[in-house]
Each structure stands twice: as C-alpha cells, then as structure tokens.
C-alpha cells in the first residue's frame, strides 16, 4: 500500500484521519446493522435472550484474532513496537478496569461502541451516556483522575510476568496464533447455526472483525512512510473520545482517532437512516431505567475504559487480536463484571432471565 503520494498531497496527520475516517465509516455501518455488542453477547450466554448477538460477537472476535495472526504470520505487519509490547502494560489496570467497565456497559445498556451506534441512530440516551463517557475518559486520560489512574494500573504490569504476548508464554510460533482464530471461528459458526443466525448479520460480525485487521494493516503501512515515527494501532473508542475532547481543548491536529470517531458516526447514522431504522429515542420512553442509571454506568465506562487501556474494541478485539495478555485479561475482567452485575440486578428484580426485558442493548 503506497501512501506516499496522498502523504505529499494533504500530509501525515490528514492521512491518518482519513485512514480513520474510512475504517470507522466501514465500522459504523457493520455495527448498526448487525447489532454488534458485547453487552448483549453476555446477556445471550446468560440465557436472557437468544444466541443472536453471542453468534454474531463470536464472529467478530474471530475474525479480528484469525485476520490478524494470518497477517503476522505472513510478515505483512509487526507489532513488536506498539503499545501493547514495546512497553510495559498494566494488569491491574486491565483487571480493575475491566470489571469497572463491566459493570458500568450493563447499566449504561451498552458498551461504548453500542452506546455510539445508538446514539447515531437516534437514540438520545445512548449520546448523553457517550457524552458522559468522554467527559470521564478525559479527566481520567489527562485530567483529575489521572492520579487514581495511575496509583490502581502501578500495583501489577506484564515487567512482573517476563512480558505481554500470550504465545510467548506459551512458548508457542505464530501457527498456534492461527490455529486459535480457526478454531474460534469454527466455533462461531456452530453458535451461529444453533441460533439460525442470518447470514447477512454474521457477515457484519465479521466485517467488524476485517475492519480491525484493516486497522492493523493500514496503520502498519502508514508507520513505515511518515516522517515522524507513530506506533501502529487499530480500532478503540474510549481513547478517541478522550484525545477529541483533549484536541478541543488544546491546540493540535486531528487524526486517526478523530477519524475513526466521525466515520464511525456518519457510517452507524447512514445505515440507520437508509435501513429505516434511525428513530429519536429518550428516558421518556416506558420500561427505561432512570437517568442515574445510565449516569453511572457511563461513568464507570469513561474511567475504566481508560484504566484498562481500552474498551470492548480497544482492548477486546485490537489487543486481542494480537494476543496482547493485558488485553486478553481486559476482556475477560469486562465480561465477568458485566455477567456479576447482570446477576445482582436480576435478584433485585425477582424476575427470571426470560422476563427480564432488558436484552436488546438501548
């Protein structure tokens, strides 16, 4: 891929944001029309509804992990110097953050990107929660939080484990990384023949999976052809959310973040529009959980988001996708939360799974 001639023509960051602007247009549109959610794949494997959204996350997990390694076996990126391996990532921060974050998607009835999607369809509550969400992930990116933030991510890095690659502590070669996606991805298909998922909505489970391969791939290429070094990366929305409202309030220039917010917007907003699905949505609505509620949960997403290094994108599938250890702990610590919180407001209901009614993510 030759960026060359676009960097002499608009520049390096401009690229970048149009890099951004592309993936997250691809993003918004595959996310709103299968419903992509991790929130809701939790509630799924909990019983509270059908296998739908399970089928369909397990798509895209797949996909990213599968895409990723194949790209990394055949020598076509190298993250050796991101983020997630060329320094020392928090544990603790992906633990606590996680399960912060966790508890905070199933109040919020989302998780970031859901929450984003939402609220380009419409939904007024999921753009008050994402506005509470970058507010939080600001003050906790570079603002009063940062002390707490980094008195909870100093307690335990990957420095104490010898390292953040999972294959390496397996003392495993890049197959077994292939081997893992193929795996998964056959996995995903037999959750998607029990659940009789539409082959249209695993399609979109598997294109949010490309998409972040695509990342990997774009922001590799980039790296090797701008001036000033930059670390390959590839989807996250609580980090975009925190370095927009930072450029707001500070000189500087918009890139691949900003791009991948906008594009994830008009992208989710478009395909809502087109499939007759965008309707204005708010708290006044019946069944709707309080405000505070929503409050909260947003909160806990802005502030864990960050601690973890990344939300269900971030750190699920861009971290998981290169099997990044504190990602992969992320992950797991933001299903166990929201699964424990799911559980705590069923007792209060007194309700069973089957009547709960809050499945769909809204």
Same mark, same amino acid.
């Given at each position: ?35 992509? %959610?991790?929130?809701?794949?939790? &509630?799924?494997?909990?019983?509270? !509804? ?17 895409? #990723? ?22 544990? !603790?921060?992906?633990? #606590? ?13 989302? %998780? ?25 992930? &600001? /003050? ?57 998922? @539409? &082959? ?11 998409? #972040? /391969? ?19 990366? !590839? ?24 791009? #991948? ?6 992208? =989710?907003?478009?395909?809502? &529009? ?20 929503? =409050? ?14 990344? %939300? ?20 797991? !610590? ?21 009547? @709960?009614?809050?499945?769909? =993510?809204?």
């Amino acid at each position: 891929m030759d960026l060359v001639p676009l960097i002499d023509l608009i520049g390096e960051p401009q690229t970048a944001l149009v890099g951004g602007l592309v993936l997250g247009l691809a993003f918004g549109v595959f996310a709103q029309r299968s419903r992509y %959610c991790t929130r809701s794949a939790v &509630l799924s494997a909990m019983g509270e !509804s059908d296998l739908k959204p399970l089928a369909t996350w397990a798509f895209g997990f797949a996909a990213a992990i599968l895409a #990723v390694q194949l790209l990394l076996g055949a020598d076509m990126i190298d993250v050796g110097e991101t983020r997630f391996f060329s320094t020392a990532q928090s544990l !603790s921060g992906a633990l #606590v953050g996680g399960l912060v974050f966790g508890i905070g998607m199933v109040l919020a009835r989302g %998780c970031v990107s859901r929450l984003l999607v939402l609220g380009s369809s419409g939904n007024l509550r999921g753009v008050f929660s994402i506005a509470l969400v970058a507010v939080t992930a &600001l /003050a906790t990116y570079s603002g009063v939080l940062v002390p707490l933030r980094d008195n909870i991510g100093s307690v335990w890095s990957t420095a104490s484990i010898g390292g953040n690659d999972l294959l390496v502590h397996a003392g495993l070669e890049r197959w077994a990384g292939i081997a893992l996606g193929a795996v998964l991805a056959v996995a995903a298909l037999g959750i998607a023949f029990k659940a009789r998922l @539409s &082959l249209w909505r695993a399609l979109g489970g598997i294109m949010i999976g490309l998409t #972040v /391969a695509a990342g990997w791939y774009f922001t590799w290429q980039l790296s090797t052809q701008v001036f000033e070094p930059i670390q390959a990366e !590839s989807l996250s929305f609580i980090r975009p959310l925190a370095t927009t409202g930072e450029l707001a309030l500070q000189s500087g220039f918009a890139g691949l973040d900003q791009g #991948v917010l906008l594009g994830a917007i008009i992208g =989710a907003f478009v395909a809502a &529009l087109l499939s007759g699905e965008f309707r204005i949505s708010t708290f006044a609505e019946p069944g709707t959980p309080s405000i505070w509620r929503y =409050a909260a949960g947003s909160v806990l997403m802005g502030f864990g988001g960050i601690l973890a290094v990344g %939300c269900t994108i971030g750190a699920g599938l861009t971290g998981g996708s290169v099997l990044a250890v504190s990602s992969l702990l992320g992950l797991a !610590s933001m299903i166990t939360g929201a699964a424990l919180t799911q559980l705590v407001l069923r007792s209060v209901a007194r309700e069973p799974a089957s009547q @709960s009614a809050i499945m769909p =993510a809204e």
